[in-house]
């Protein structure tokens, strides 16, 4: 247990024969049950995950109250096997539909890859043990220190799909959505619709919209990128393609659910305005080129398409803005410095 909670952890693994044990064999004490998902692995990733949860299992003594509340099961490693490739987000949800019904109060995700220290998953956790988040990630962009390990591509494609999630989400100061490093706590897996969420790499994205449509708090937490030999099984140009349209329909699915359904909100009619005169004027000013470049008149008409786009942006920036207000409270961030890590306190939130 911690800090009188009781911690699960969700190894997800494909291909990852080489560093899932390694991952599972250093997962901190503190945690009291580990849920290893194999996603029908091609390699020896099963393989490993029994290997190791057979030793840890026999050298575990087991915690009576925990074994009683999840009748009798006084297992510290859960090997699990999907029979097919299902996906990152299908590892997930399995992990922590696992993790629920055996009442953990916080599921923590490491990946099998190694790319997730375990030294810091205290820090990872905290906000959601203390209360102060429902969900909690790590963030390797906050500082240029953090993200020393990240390439430039990678960076890049991390900063773009960052851009659009926050539209999609709804949290704006919420950066890294892809980082897989993750808490939450029973009762907010308790209140998601699991199944509504994509089971492919997209999962990250696209738990954080269904995160804000239930006004779930979400904690960033500064971490450093870490990258080792592991290779990605991500194609990057499909997964970028992918997300994107998921972000697109999550979108538009958040507003429509948050500021039709529920309750109206000006933010939506000041997007629909601002998508409108963006796309409406840069139409025209196209348009208005064309004319230009076969000798008929387009001045009159860019004049007009260059005022659209300007009521589109103004439009979209108070969108933006009432977006970002309505959704403030649900937002936290946790600062931890590199090197040192030095506490700091700032007047508008606390910074750790």
């Not at 890859?113 to 990872?124: E, N, S, V, Y």
Request: overall charge negative.
């Amino acid at each position: 247990m911690y800090k009188g909670k009781r911690i699960g952890v969700v190894v997800t693994a494909y291909d990852e024969e080489s560093f899932v044990g390694t991952v599972i064999e250093t997962v901190p004490d503190f945690v009291d049950r580990i849920y290893a998902i194999d996603d029908a692995s091609p390699d020896g990733s099963w393989r490993e995950i029994r290997r190791v949860a057979a030793r840890i299992n026999e050298d575990a003594e087991p915690e009576p109250a925990l074994a009683l509340a999840d009748g009798g099961d006084s297992r510290r490693v859960v090997p699990i096997r999907h029979e097919e490739n299902r996906g990152y987000g299908a590892a997930v949800k399995t992990g922590y539909k696992h993790a629920a019904d055996d009442e953990m109060d916080v599921v923590a995700v490491m990946n099998g890859d190694g790319q997730m220290d375990p030294a810091i998953l205290d820090r990872i956790i905290d906000p959601v043990v203390e209360g102060e988040a429902d969900y909690a990630k790590g963030n390797r962009l906050l500082h240029p220190e953090d993200r020393e390990g990240m390439s430039t591509f990678r960076f890049f494609g991390n900063a773009l799909l960052t851009g659009l999630s926050k539209f999609a989400s709804g949290y704006w100061t919420i950066g890294d959505p892809q980082n897989g490093y993750t808490a939450i706590s029973r009762e907010t897996i308790e209140r998601l619709d699991l199944e509504a969420i994509t089971d492919r790499y997209g999962f990250l994205n696209h738990l954080l919209t269904h995160l804000n449509v239930n006004e779930c708090r979400v904690a960033d937490v500064s971490m450093s990128a870490v990258y080792g030999e592991e290779n990605s099984s991500i194609r990057y140009v499909p997964f970028v393609r992918f997300v994107s349209l998921l972000l697109l329909r999550s979108f538009i699915w958040r507003l429509k659910t948050r500021y039709v359904v529920e309750k109206f909100h000006p933010a939506v009619v000041l997007y629909g305005a601002g998508a409108t005169g963006l796309l409406g004027g840069s139409a025209g000013l196209g348009n208005s080129i064309v004319r230009t470049l076969r000798g008929k008149d387009g001045y009159t008409g860019a004049i007009g398409s260059f005022v659209a786009v300007l009521v589109g942006l103004i439009a979209l920036g108070f969108a933006i803005y009432l977006d970002f207000d309505e959704n403030e409270s649900l937002e936290t961030t946790r600062y931890e410095y590199s090197g040192a890590r030095t506490e700091v306190e700032t007047p508008d939130q606390s910074i750790e």
